[in-house]
């Protein structure tokens, strides 16, 4: 009895049951290397890289703008320390001060030697910008001048009323001088403010005032009265 010669592999590669292969299937051909694995490609986001080359620029102009304001910096006269009105200057009472910005007046650190030897016109604290207005040649009261204490109640006098400032006083009516037919007025159109403090004890506002000597008696019986207040004038051109 022969037996029948094994059927061969069938097209696709397989076996009919209980036959074997005489030949190994064909393997599909492996694709090149580089093209095994798929490639990902970035995402482009235009929003972001626009984004950071608008954060360099600003960067960039801030230094700019910063560079620029140092060079703007003016070297300018301040106190160094507190000075009364009154007070000559002294070399050792001035210090440079670097200004930036505009809106401020001050005088130039040039011009220091030509402070030193006049006088403060107000009692002025450390720190203190120093302008043309604050300085006078002249000791303190001026020819034809007097320096008057005035106590005004709280509320008497402007806040802003402060040393190197320009003020009116007035006599303001009060039970006693009503009672003696005395009326309201203007006792001293301008008069220049030296200092200003607050007494603990009574809370009135105490200003050192430097008014006409033919004014000076009655500025001092109504501050005396407690009929006095004072109104706040503009700053002189």
Do not use: Y
Not at 101 to 109: E, N, Q, R, V, Y
Not at 185 to 211: C, E, F, H, N, Y
Request: hydrophobic share 50%; net charge positive.
């Amino acid at each position: 009895m022969t037996t029948a010669p094994p059927s061969p592999p069938t097209a696709n590669g397989f076996v009919p049951h209980g036959a074997r292969p005489t030949t190994s299937p064909a393997l599909p051909p492996l694709p090149p290397l580089g093209e095994r694995v798929p490639r990902m490609r970035r995402q482009r986001r235009p929003a972001l890289a626009a984004g950071g080359a608008l954060l360099v620029l600003l960067c960039g102009v801030s230094s700019a703008a910063l560079v620029m304001s140092g060079d703007d910096r003016l070297r300018v006269l301040a106190l160094a320390r507190d000075v009364p009105a009154g007070h000559v200057l002294a070399a050792g009472d001035l210090r440079v001060a670097e200004l930036g910005g505009s809106g401020l007046s001050a005088l130039s650190a040039d011009g220091a030697p030509n402070v030193v030897g006049q006088m403060l016109t107000a009692t002025l604290p450390a720190g203190t910008l120093l302008n043309d207005s604050m300085l006078t040649p002249t000791p303190l009261p001026a020819t034809g001048l007097q320096l008057v204490a005035v106590a005004v109640k709280p509320g008497g006098a402007p806040t802003e009323a402060v040393p190197g400032r320009d003020v009116s006083v007035l006599r303001v009516g009060t039970a006693a001088n009503a009672a003696a037919g005395a009326t309201p007025t203007v006792l001293v159109p301008r008069a220049r403010v030296v200092s200003v403090w607050t007494d603990a004890t009574s809370g009135a506002v105490i200003l050192s005032l430097q008014v006409p000597q033919a004014n000076a008696l009655a500025v001092a019986q109504a501050s005396a009265s407690g009929a006095v207040a004072v109104t706040l004038l503009p700053v002189a051109p």
